[in-house]
């Protein structure tokens, strides 16, 4: 299969694995920007009770900190609170809430913050869109994510069994296997969002969501074309789903960590977060 994709990996584990480290940081902010996944086993940090979440029964809880369903296609996502408190103690409810934070804590700061950094000098808002899948995931297409904004995410399997994904392309590569008639759509819609300067004044793509429908149609008629990777428990990765195609084929206990900047980032080097942009300048390069 001649595609792009990259695979980084690191070990959380490892002595010599350090955060903080330039060579790090810069290999974490390029490879998202690029469309490659960045892998990092045995993720535990130190302090985090991670144990807890085997005693939670399959569900699917909003972001710790909130008391509202999160509602997404086809599925209502409750909140923590009203999808255990009547199952298990107040006491455990709370050490579940305590963990789930010190999570979505802890992968802002050491890992999408670092990205953001490398985006712009000045600090931005981001809006927490986590969600805790503890539902069975099954029969989901080979396909690029579809909503409009921009959006740092990472996910970390808190399963005994393996996440497999089928990957292999970038969305640079799905446009191969567009049809004419596709890839003459295609053109029409980058051309569109190029003459509204690609994204409004608050950091919404233009044309994202189209773009990535289309090319979703061509990658479900080539998932033969996608190989198998399974994530282990406590396995951490790092990717952008509107660049990286991905087929979630099987999986029961996931944290999605999404952090969503709340105003555009000027700088001109966040100009790759920007993804039809991003996609116009890889397809200018060819």
């Known amino acids: 299969m001649n595609t792009s994709l990259k695979i980084t990996k690191y070990d959380f584990s490892k002595s010599g694995f350090d955060w903080n480290s330039i060579s790090f940081k810069t290999s974490l902010a390029k490879n998202y920007l690029s469309g490659n ?73 050491n890992i999408m913050k670092p990205i953001s950094e ?14 805790w ?20 995410r990472c996910f970390l399997n808190l399963s005994d069994k393996s996440r497999v994904w089928g990957v292999g392309h970038r969305s640079p590569d799905a446009v191969n296997l567009l049809n004419i008639e596709e890839l003459k759509l295609l053109l029409a819609m980058l051309d569109n969002a190029k003459e509204k300067d690609f994204e409004n004044s608050i950091g919404i793509n233009y044309q994202q969501s189209e773009i990535n429908s289309l090319l979703s149609k061509a990658l479900m008629r080539n998932s033969a074309l996608n190989h198998e990777i399974c994530f282990d428990k406590y396995d951490l990765w790092i990717a952008d789903g509107r660049k990286v195609a ?36 890889e397809l200018s390069n060819r």
């Open 37 to 109: 996944i960045i892998l990092v086993k045995n993720f535990r940090p130190k302090g985090i009770d991670l144990s807890i979440f085997d005693e939670l029964d399959p569900f699917e809880y909003a972001p710790a900190g909130s008391n509202n369903p999160v509602k997404k296609p086809n599925r209502e996502c409750k909140s923590l609170h009203q999808a255990i408190i009547n199952t298990y103690s107040e006491d455990f409810l709370h050490r579940v809430q305590r963990a789930m934070i010190s999570l979505e804590l802890y992968a802002f700061n």
């Open 118 to 131: 490398f985006l712009s000098e000045k600090e931005h808002e981001y809006s927490n869109c986590t969600t």
């Open 133 to 152: 899948r503890f539902c069975e995931t099954v029969g989901e297409n080979y396909h690029l994510d579809v909503y409009s904004g921009s959006t740092l």
């Open 246 to 281: 991905h087929e979630p084929k099987y999986g029961n206990k996931l944290a999605a960590f999404d952090f969503r900047p709340t105003s555009k980032i000027l700088d001109a080097r966040a100009s790759d977060f920007y993804y039809p942009r991003w996609l116009y300048k």
